[in-house]
């Protein structure tokens, strides 16, 4: 019990050292960026695609003016770059219902924000997740969706598909559970992933839910 309360603490503290950020943006350059005891351009970008992103860093080395290769944070379902009020630089990934903000020069995370945590909302909205009443958060892609928030709940089917955004008209074979797994990174702890099949006149892929636990 006294482990568990002093993890707590120290979460706490990791989730109170994230600074304020006041924009958001996919695509950074400083050309005065810490390097050693010297300056370079560092080059900040979202990598990945709509669904599975991370940000990642590269520098120039200042003697030989190569390219040095980049440094990335792990894959979220969104990501962006953060620019705090103390004008660093702070990457910020995440999956709906657990945002991870990392620090300024990206050797760790500062900590996460969960849906019940103040700084939460402001972070959601920059990754384009969709909140719901009940703190249930949406991710739209354009292979599917993430939906984390339901832990303790009973959701149907069809409501896990409203949520998702799916008409009903369009699908064809309503949903079945393709798998259970552990997450990775972002996507810590299990998820449940659906598939969903559409009709042949709506001309779509599969869409599959990924449901977090």
């Not at 959601?124 to 892609?141: H, I, M, N, Q, W």
Request: charged share 30%; net charge positive; with cysteine.
């Amino acid at each position: 019990m006294e482990e568990a309360r002093r993890l707590l603490r120290i979460a706490r503290g990791l989730v109170g050292a994230i600074p304020r950020i006041t924009r958001f943006v996919d695509r950074l350059v400083i050309d005065d960026y810490p390097y050693g005891r010297e300056r370079t351009q560092a080059t900040f970008e979202v990598d990945g695609s709509p669904g599975k992103q991370r940000v990642c860093r590269q520098t120039i080395d200042p003697k030989s003016g190569r390219r040095n290769k980049p440094k990335c944070t792990t894959f979220g379902v969104a990501a962006k770059i953060g620019v705090g009020s103390d004008g660093r630089t702070y990457p910020v990934v995440g999956r709906p219902g657990q945002i991870q903000v990392w620090s300024w020069d990206m050797k760790h995370t500062l900590g996460s924000v969960f849906s019940k945590d103040s700084a939460y909302n402001d972070l959601a909205e920059a990754l384009g997740f969709r909140t719901v009443p009940g703190r249930v958060t949406v991710k739209e892609t354009p292979q599917g969706a993430a939906i984390d928030g339901l832990q303790g709940r009973r959701s149907s089917i069809r409501e896990l598909m409203n949520l998702a955004g799916l008409p009903n008209e369009v699908v064809d074979e309503q949903v079945k559970t393709v798998k259970r797994e552990r997450g990775k990174g972002t996507e810590a702890g299990f998820l449940i992933n659906f598939i969903v099949k559409f009709k042949p006149e709506a001309e779509r892929d599969d869409f599959v839910i990924k449901v977090y636990t």
